[in-house]
């Protein structure tokens, strides 16, 4: 496999908040889009290991939607999500609480389609997107 990839974001919020803003689908329909002209109508996620996740993306004007999905690895409750893919390249999301704010590290398997670069560049996105939600939700 290629080397993984890393976003992270540093979220002024209580890491309690951070991890139900990430885990619970009605926030993730809010925040879970890489550009404003897509959108997140779907979300299921059963958070425990074994469970299984499901987030529909979607193109805003209709032309196009997949299905982001995986099966939970390991959970550690305000600590860490760790995940496979449907294609099978794993995922890791750490909480590390960092006084007031909480830092939250994403590395991942990249695919082949697409260019390093841009797969580190749409997953920041979501990211920095997740942290204005939590930020405009305290």
């Known amino acids: ?3 993984q990839i890393t976003v992270t ?3 002024s919020a209580p890491v309690e908040k951070v991890w139900k803003d990430y885990t619970t689908p009605e926030s993730v329909q809010q925040w ?9 109508p779907k979300a299921s996620n059963d958070l425990r290991v ?7 993306m979607a193109a805003k ?3 196009f939607s997949f299905d982001f999905s995986g099966i939970y690895d390991n959970v550690v409750e ?12 794993k995922v890791s ?4 609480e960092n006084g007031d704010s909480t830092d939250v590290e994403t ?7 697409n260019p390093a670069e841009m797969q580190q560049q749409g997953w920041q996105a979501i990211l920095n997107n997740f942290k204005a939600y939590v930020e405009t939700t305290l």
Do not use: K
Request: with cysteine; aromatic share 12%.
């Open 1 to 3: 496999m290629s080397n």
């Open 9 to 11: 974001a540093n979220i």
């Open 93 to 96: 999301v750490t909480f590390t």
């Open 107 to 113: 590395v991942f398997d990249p695919e082949n389609q």
């Open 61 to 63: 004007d209709g032309s």
């Open 32 to 40: 879970n889009n890489a550009s404003p002209d897509w959108h997140t």
């Open 78 to 89: 305000n600590q860490l999500i760790a995940y496979t893919m449907g294609d099978g390249r």
């Open 50 to 56: 074994g469970g299984e996740f499901c987030y529909t």
